[in-house]
């Protein structure tokens, strides 16, 4: 579901936010944030 997600945002030009706990699917990902008590740690 993730890999048809993320061909469909990159062919349309669009953004998709996928919030996990899961950081091999992260890492697919072309961006991360990571948010520590609601505060953004890592850019």
């Known amino acids: 579901m993730f890999k048809t997600l993320t061909s469909?945002?990159?062919?349309?030009?669009?953004?998709?936010?996928?919030?996990?706990?899961?950081?091999?699917?992260?890492?697919?990902?072309d961006r991360r944030i990571t948010l520590r008590d609601g505060l953004v740690v890592d850019v």
Do not use: C, F, K
């Open 8 to 29: 469909l945002a990159r062919a349309s030009g669009l953004a998709a936010i996928v919030a996990t706990h899961n950081l091999d699917l992260a890492a697919t990902l």
